[in-house]
């Protein structure tokens, strides 16, 4: 096999052993568990949590002591052992702490999934740009495929969908030993002082009004995305509660029709250089946050029969929201920064995203939902999704009037981040 085939494997199987569960757990906890609202926003809060701090803690034992394909292994090893104590937990509060330490094992391992990839691609001699945006598309592939199964074996609502997990995640962990050796570079200088080590310099930047605004809007919009993956699939299975729609395929095949949000995803990629060029950074970005207003505004009047094209086109509508601003912003700050502090810039980026906008989006929406939202157990989900979109439409207005940034053609751009 191949070193490119090699490498689609290992994607593949990265992004599966997340789809599997994180789109229907919303289903398993309010549905199968009936437990607290309120609490089940902290359960995706513990994404963000766990991407505070443990991708730059494991990037520098990879960087300085471990080879990276072995690291790799071990926390996919450990993250897979995880997933099968889960469902075994009885308590909420117990499960929320067991899930923190599932991902505390499998965040940091995108990361090293995408610098393992650079390095075997390098040693191979092989055109980066080129050929790691085909590898990277069948990790989104590989979680399309885990939520079908997941939902074709009946198992949206069970804790069958840890197992499923589970089992692929220790396989990946075990192949993870025959990839080809990743060695520690030992990048980090003899005489370097603590903030250098833990690659802390890049807060600096906050110093900076642009970059200062720019990571206080990734945080803005990491809290619009924890708001989809946690309440989609459940939103369109509690449709069985109005007798009308409850044999609807959308129904039965929830999980299905979220798919098409990574379908969609995998497509609007190749959208992104010509919009790019087009209309420029700041433009992107604000296309971006106008689709996650029509994302949350087509869910709010959506139904599964007549009005299931509003649905549909929801979904469609998510990769727009979830690329666009993802890619471009990594482009802003791969063009806005100097080399020096380059890798922990983009490094910060993600943790506001997924790290600071993940923990307020999830904490918040839980609360909110459960106080303001929900009455004798049922959920109004044309109000919460009315809610959400005016949230995304105030960060879009917001953004489009203090952040300023002129559009140069010229600039690069990088669609294999």
Known sequence: MNIKNRLTLMSFLQFFVWGAWLITIANFWLGTKSWDGTQFGLVFGTMGIASLFMPTLTGIVADRWM?????????????????????????????????????????????LSNSISFTALKLNNRDVIKDYPPIRVWGTIGFIVAMWITNLTGNKATAYQFYIA??????????????????????????????????????????????????????????????????????????????????????????????????????FILAIPFFLKRFGIKQVMLISM?????????????????????????????????????????????????????????????????????????????????????????RDWHSIWLSFAGYALVIAIAFAILFKHKHNPEEVVNVSH
């Open 166 to 267: 589970g089992i692929a995640a220790l396989i990946l962990g075990i192949y993870a030993f025959t990839l080809p050796k990743c060695k520690p570079q030992r990048l980090t200088k003899e005489n370097a002082s603590l903030m250098e080590t833990l690659g802390l310099e890049s807060f600096k930047l906050f110093a900076n009004y642009k970059m200062a605004l720019f990571f206080i809007f990734s945080m803005f919009l990491g809290g619009a995305l924890q708001l989809t993956n946690a309440y989609g699939d459940v939103f369109l299975d509690e449709f069985k509660n109005i007798p009308e729609y409850a044999d609807s395929f959308v129904v039965k095949y929830s999980t299905i029709i979220m798919s098409i949000s990574q379908i969609s995803e995998t497509l």
């Open 67 to 111: 080879n990276a394909e072995k690291l790799y292994g071990i926390l996919h090893i450990l993250y897979a052992a995880v997933l099968f104590c889960l469902p075994q937990i009885a308590t909420p509060t117990n499960f929320i702490y067991v899930m923190l330490l599932a991902m505390c094992f499998y965040m940091p391992t995108i990361a």
């Open 290 to 378: 106008f689709a996650w207003v029509l994302r949350f505004g087509l869910f709010a009047f959506g139904n599964p029969t007549d009005s299931l094209w509003m649905i549909i086109m929801s979904c469609i509508v998510y990769g727009m929201a979830f690329d666009f601003f993802n890619i471009s912003g990594s482009l802003f700050v791969e063009t806005n920064t100097d080399s020096k502090n380059r890798s922990s810039a983009q490094g910060l980026f993600m943790m506001m995203t997924n790290g600071v906008g993940a923990i307020l989006g999830s904490f918040t929406s839980g609360w909110a939902i459960d106080k303001f939202f929900t009455h004798n157990g049922e």
